[in-house]
């Protein structure tokens, strides 16, 4: 309480002494002298105080002007991409409106999947953080508001000028390759299996997993760290002009593990798969149809390649 006393006292006597000082300025100095002193302050100001930044503010709207290929709106793969990844980054309890929606995802081989997806609401905001950058997102709703024109929906995205080129060159293809991942994490998996020169396919439940697998540990944890390699190197493929894949032979008598290791890949990676029946495939065109028709991030099966070769013809 003395102590409080005294800070109190101190601040009181020193109020006091400011005061003073500024009647006596105002009474003995004149006023072109006070309105130098005035300018000087008002300088040093201006050129040491940090300057406001400029902001850049990119619009990303979900429908491209224009129609697409089949005649309906050309949606904007940015703006899917966007939400699905600030799905990730919302806080529930940070904000009092939110949009919760189940879409069907259509996928590469003509396959769609149910997904249930959060998003913000029409003048809502949040922020995110990108290599030390602090990026914020709010939700733009416009027109509609007649019952016959259809509402423009956009997200905008603001952050400081100077991070401009970060933006379109590492952020942007930062948010594209994380929903694409967000995606295949969440999407149900197929099995594919070929009818002639195409292909047909049906939902996969196999429970198999690396947790589950009869193997050793040590291989096991093996060709785990070689599929999360071979996943980070897409881009060391591209540049030294290889094709992105990675080949597996199993091999064993029946019942030593070889599809339950199959499944664990693609339940690991979120792959779907690709059973090819080679005594269904009659020439090099059908088998070249096959694998054009697969996408990309996808799990190629062949059974039983050994005994395979007879029904090849050489012609």
């Known amino acids: 309480v003395d102590a409080y006393k005294k800070a109190l006292a101190t601040a009181a006597t020193v109020s006091a ?13 004149p006023d072109e002298l006070r309105a130098a ?25 979900r429908v491209l002007g224009g129609l697409g290929l089949g005649g309906g709106y050309n949606e904007n793969d940015l703006f899917d991409a966007a939400l699905t990844y600030l799905a990730t980054k919302i806080n529930p309890q940070s904000m009092s409106r939110l949009c919760l929606a189940r879409t069907r995802m259509k996928e590469p081989g003509g396959s769609a999947s149910w997904s249930t997806l959060l ?39 603001s952050f400081d000028a100077e991070h401009t080129e970060t933006v379109l060159h590492k952020y942007v293809p930062f948010i594209m390759s994380a929903a694409e991942d967000l995606r295949l994490r969440d999407r149900a998996l197929k099995i594919f299996l070929n009818e002639s020169s195409s292909w047909r396919g049906i939902n996969h439940h196999h429970p198999a997993t690396f947790d589950t697998l009869a193997m050793d540990p040590a291989m096991k944890q093996s060709v785990m760290d ?45 792959f779907n798969l ?9 020439d090099n065109s059908c088998l070249q149809r096959l694998l054009m028709d697969m996408p990309n991030k996808s799990i190629l099966v062949i059974e039983d390649i050994d005994c395979s070769f007879d029904t090849m013809s050489r012609e």
């Open 37 to 61: 002193v005035r300018w000087a302050a008002a300088f040093v100001r201006s050129r040491y105080s940090a300057p406001e930044k400029q902001r850049h503010t990119i619009v990303i709207r």
């Open 274 to 282: 690709y059973d090819l029946d080679l005594s269904s495939v009659y």
């Open 17 to 29: 002494y400011a005061m003073l000082a500024r009647g006596m300025a105002r009474e003995l100095l």
């Open 119 to 157: 998003s913000m609401e029409n003048g809502g905001s949040t922020t995110d953080t990108f290599q030390g950058v602090e990026f914020r997102w709010t939700s733009i709703e416009s027109g509609g508001d007649d019952g016959k024109s259809r509402a423009h929906e956009s997200l905008e995205l």
């Open 226 to 270: 070689d599929l999360d390699r071979f996943l980070k190197r897409k881009e060391y493929y591209r540049r030294i002009g290889k094709a992105w894949k990675r080949g597996y032979l199993l091999y064993g008598p029946p019942g030593t593990g070889k599809s339950s290791l199959v499944a664990a890949m693609a339940n690991y990676l979120r």
